[in-house]
């Protein structure tokens, strides 16, 4: 059973270009969301997708802004990249209910030179 | 506004001695609690969890936490460490909303550092 996978695992973008990372959710779960972890901090939330309609979102400008396919699988993307969106991209998968347990992939580092 | 803070961050802790990492969080409602850990490089490995219940949960790695809510505490132990356990740990506090988990609010991390 595979768990939470992303893709690309490392990339390099310069400043205002735009990125898109992607997201396959584990096996049976439907609900994608996004993290964004800077060097020596804990991930910060920045939103959910459930039913391809984000659900819930954190405190990021509108810049990030999100997908989510019938598949249930997803896409972060952010435009006009700035230096400090550097940072290891966690995507976590979950299923629907109560008392669900979140599953995390094992990240997209982006380094915005 | 939910946080989550873990006062300690970095905790040197000898081989085979206990080890315990401290969680306090702020929730204005009944949380659900999380712990996991990273291995440099790496994602997110989920420890244990709290819903409601018995508030002291067993989690993977002979890790334990009590939920103390007039404390507003979720501690991880350890009887006895590996080195193998050398990490960082994360506290993580979210709610239950419409029957499905919300986004996670994360402490700053402690970093464990296992001597020999």
């Known amino acids: 059973d595979a768990g939470v996978t992303q893709s690309p695992t490392h990339l390099i973008k310069t400043r205002g270009q735009q990125v898109t990372l992607r997201c396959s959710p584990k096996s049976g779960h439907d609900t994608v969301s996004w993290y964004q972890q800077a060097l020596g901090q804990g991930p910060q939330f920045i939103f959910q997708?459930?039913?391809?309609?984000?659900?819930q979102r954190g405190n990021f400008p509108d810049r990030f802004s999100g997908h989510q396919f019938p598949n249930y699988s997803s896409e972060l993307n952010v435009n006009a990249l700035l230096l400090g969106d550097s940072a290891l991209y966690l995507c976590a998968s979950s299923w629907g209910t109560r008392e669900n347990t979140i599953y995390f992939g094992e990240g997209s580092w982006l380094t915005v030179v | 506004a939910q946080s989550v803070t873990q006062p300690d961050i970095h905790i040197t802790v000898s081989e085979g001695a206990s080890l315990e990492l401290r969680c306090n969080y702020s929730y204005g409602a009944t949380p659900y609690l999380f712990w996991y850990v990273q291995s440099p490089g790496q994602g997110l490995q989920l420890l244990l969890k709290y819903f409601s219940g018995d508030t002291l949960v067993q989690g993977i790695k002979g890790f334990e936490a009590e939920f103390k809510r007039s404390q507003s505490s979720f501690n991880l132990r350890k009887p006895s460490v590996h080195w193998s356990d050398a990490a960082e740990y994360f506290c993580a506090v979210g709610a239950l909303v419409g029957g499905g988990a919300d986004g996670l609010t994360f402490g700053k991390g402690t970093h464990l550092i296992i001597q020999p």
């Open positions: 997708y459930y039913e391809e309609e984000e659900r």
